[in-house]
């Protein structure tokens, strides 16, 4: 790997997000994952490159860190908050279609719930990991999801829930997700779910963590 990825990796793992960024101490003054990434497209680096071999690298281990309690909430914040600065510089390539993305990912928090703390984890991590990302936000409508399903109809869908009380709406949006698009794949997230409450309605998958989800994607793309 060139010296300016090994930079962006560790800018990512770390997060050190820019310049002016004083997290994390050993790093202040120090460019962050938002120069470094600018600059690396200025030296003519491929966006793939700097995706795959920078970004996406530095995401995975933050998020074994994170499922190894390495790391806490905090940190795995900061972490994606750089690699979303790095990715800032690369969304143009690919909107244009020069740079290449896995596949599409919807995600909301069910109706009725408007925790989004695990659901922006997920979906930061989801996007590190080399997908684009359709974030529907909090309380969002069964509705709400078919017609981004309608816009996006290969993309798989992510449910986050923290409340047991909205978990029947989890469920209610699972169950119509499932009548309209049979082979949809639905993942489901949150405190109170669990990998039998998954089962029972009709989702594909359940991870307790980001890196679970980020992992279970990419498997479907092999």
Known sequence: MSEILQQLSHCVEFGKIDKISPYPPDMKGQDGADEIAKRALDEGLNPNDILEKALIPAMAIVGDKFSRKVIYVPQMLMAAKAMSNAMKHLKPFFQSGEAIRKGKFI????????????????????????????????????????????????????????????????KKTVGTIREKYLDSRILVGGAPVTIDYCQKIGADFYSPDPQGAVNYLNQLKL
């Open 107 to 170: 995600i909301g928090t069910v109706s009725g719930d408007l925790h989004d703390i695990g659901k922006n984890l997920v979906a930061m991590m989801i996007e590190g990991g080399g997908w684009e990302v359709i974030d529907l936000g909090v309380d969002v409508s069964t509705e709400k999801f078919i017609k981004a399903i309608n816009e996006n109809p290969e993309a798989k869908i992510g449910l986050s829930a923290l409340l047991t009380t909205t978990m029947e709406n989890m």
